[in-house]
C-alpha cells in the first residue's frame, strides 16, 4: 500500500512570497489532515478535511494560508503571503474516516523556511 | 482545551537498557492515544494506538499502556537499540482532534 504523498520536500522563500504544498492521501482514507510542525515541537493541527468538506480550520490564519481538496482527493495548502514564522515542516496526514478509531499515516513533510 | 506534556523532551540511555517515555494529557475524555516515532527530517511513523477501552497495546519490544483517569500513558522500549535513537511524541484524540506533545528525543548509545 502506498502512503502519504508529499511534493515539494524543501522549499526556500523570501518573506512576503507565496508558496504552495501539495499532498495526496492513501487510496481511499476520506479524512486528510495539514499540520504545522515548528522545530522542537510537536505537529499543530492547521485544517482537517471529511472528504472535500471542511471539519475544523480553526487554527488555520486564515488571512494568509488557504487550503482545499478538490474531488475529495489530492489538496494543496498555500501560504500568501509567507512570513518569517512560516518556517516549519507542514506535515499532511491521512485516516480511513474521522472518528475514534482510525489511526492517522503521515506523509514525509515538506521543510520551509522563510528568508 | 487539551494539553499534552511528555517530559523527559531528552533521554540518553545505553544499550541494551530498559526505559519508559511518559505522556500526559489535562482532558480525560479521550477518544484514542497514539505514540509515534519521527526519525531527523523524516514525518511520523505510527508505533501503537490505543482506544479509549482499551489499557495496553503490545508490538515487538514496545508496550503502550493508558491510564484515562489519571490521564497518563507510557510507552515502555525493551532491550533498547541504537536504532531507537529517535523523538517520540503522543498524540490523545478528542472529539476528532488529535493533540500533540512536544515529543522525548530518545538518543541509544552503543
Redo the contacts between chains.
Keep these: 500500500e502506498a502512503g502519504?504523498a508529499q511534493s515539494p520536500r524543501y522549499k526556500i522563500i523570501e518573506k512576503r512570497q507565496s508558496v504552495a504544498f501539495w499532498c495526496n492521501p492513501i487510496s481511499g482514507h476520506a479524512t486528510l489532515?495539514w499540520y504545522q510542525q515548528i522545530l522542537?515541537?510537536?505537529?499543530?493541527?492547521l485544517i482537517?478535511f471529511q472528504n472535500n468538506g471542511v471539519?475544523?480550520d480553526s487554527q488555520l490564519p486564515k488571512d494568509r494560508f488557504s487550503a482545499e481538496r478538490l474531488k475529495g482527493v489530492d489538496s494543496t495548502l498555500k501560504i500568501q503571503p509567507a512570513k518569517l514564522e512560516d518556517s516549519a515542516v507542514y506535515?499532511c496526514?491521512s485516516s480511513l474516516v474521522?472518528?475514534?478509531?482510525n489511526?492517522?499515516?503521515?506523509?514525509?513533510?515538506t521543510?520551509l523556511t522563510v528568508l | 482545551k487539551q494539553e499534552v506534556t511528555q517530559i523527559p523532551a531528552a533521554l540518553s540511555v545505553p544499550e541494551g537498557e530498559n526505559l519508559v517515555l511518559n505522556c500526559s494529557f489535562t482532558d480525560s475524555a479521550i477518544y484514542n492515544l497514539q505514540w509515534f516515532r519521527q526519525d531527523p527530517g523524516k514525518g511520523l511513523t505510527s508505533l501503537l494506538l490505543i482506544q479509549s477501552s482499551q489499557r495496553e497495546q503490545t508490538s515487538g519490544r514496545l508496550n503502550a499502556s493508558l491510564d484515562k483517569s489519571s490521564g497518563r500513558s507510557t510507552l515502555y522500549i525493551a532491550a533498547s537499540q541504537p536504532g531507537d535513537s529517535a523523538t517520540y511524541l503522543c498524540a490523545v484524540k478528542v472529539a476528532g482532534k488529535s493533540t500533540f506533545g512536544d515529543g522525548t528525543t530518545l538518543t541509544v548509545k552503543p
Design positions: 502519504v489532515y522542537g515541537q510537536g505537529p499543530k493541527l482537517q471539519v475544523d506535515l496526514a474521522v472518528g475514534s478509531y489511526e492517522q499515516f503521515f506523509g514525509p513533510g521543510r
